[in-house]
T-cell receptor, first 113, second 112 residues
Framework: NAGVTQTPKFRVLKTGQSMTLLCAQDMNHEYMYWYRQDPGMGLRLIHYSVGEGTTAKGEVPDGYNVSRLKKQNFLLGLESAAPSQTSVYFC????????????FGQGTRLTVV | DAKTTQPTSMDCAEGRAANLPCNHSTISGNEYVYWYRQIHSQGPQYIIHGLKNNETNEMASLIITEDRKSSTLILPHATLRDTAVYYCIVRAHTGANSKLTFGKGITLSVRP
């Protein structure tokens, strides 16, 4: 049982490049989340999804897009990377109703130069 | 508006109980209290959650006051591996308040 898997684990981008971060979960969870974590800021919610085909904005959605075409995958896209998007990105998933503990991936460290 | 308030940091001696406080004075009737922790460089880990009754599992105990405006996470016998940032989160299980939102948490340092 892999849980939540993030791909890639590390990436360096040049300003203006685009990329997609992949999050995959094998627990049949309804809810999925993308967070970013910067020093001294805690985790901030970027976007989330309450089910296949649905997405919603979190606290800091600007500069990111997401898609949930399949229940098990939640993609985070950066269309034109900026140095301000240098961060550690975490994906998580949870069941939608009770017993909704969230499971987190191990993170993607992204550097935009 | 912040839904929870936690001290910035605290420490405790290894083997002693660590009591981590959290204030959530604006909690709604359908909102639960959740605790997560994040050990350095790892993804957050679920610890425990509760609605109004005290809860205990293999990791910790959660004590919620009768008015539900505050709670305490108790690690009964802290070890060095419990050094982490601990997040207290208030959330509903459905609806607009169901997303998981983290604050800055409290940094717990367990000393030998």
């Amino acid at each position: 049982n892999a849980g939540v898997t993030q791909t890639p684990k590390f990436r360096v981008l040049k300003t203006g490049q685009s990329m997609t971060l992949l999050c995959a979960q094998d627990m049949n969870h309804e809810y999925m989340y993308w967070y970013r974590q910067d020093p001294g800021m805690g985790l901030r919610l970027i976007h989330y999804s309450v089910g296949e085909g649905t997405t919603a904005k979190g606290e800091v959605p600007d500069g990111y897009n997401v898609s949930r075409l399949k229940k098990q995958n939640f993609l985070l896209g950066l269309e034109s990377a900026a140095p301000s998007q240098t961060s550690v990105y975490f994906c998580a998933s949870s069941r939608g109703l009770s017993l909704t503990e969230a499971f987190f991936g191990q993170g993607t460290r992204l550097t935009v130069v | 508006d912040a839904k929870t308030t936690q001290p910035t940091s605290m420490d405790c001696a290894e083997g002693r109980a660590a009591n981590l406080p959290c204030n959530h004075s604006t909690i709604s009737g359908n909102e639960y209290v959740y605790w997560y922790r994040q050990i350095h460089s790892q993804g957050p880990q679920y610890i425990i959650h509760g609605l109004k009754n005290n809860e205990t599992n293999e990791m910790a105990s959660l004590i919620i006051t009768e008015d539900r405006k505050s709670s305490t996470l108790i690690l009964p016998h802290a070890t060095l591996r419990d050094t982490a940032v601990y997040y207290c989160i208030v959330r509903a299980h459905t609806g607009a308040n169901s997303k998981l939102t983290f604050g800055k948490g409290i940094t717990l340092s367990v000393r030998p």
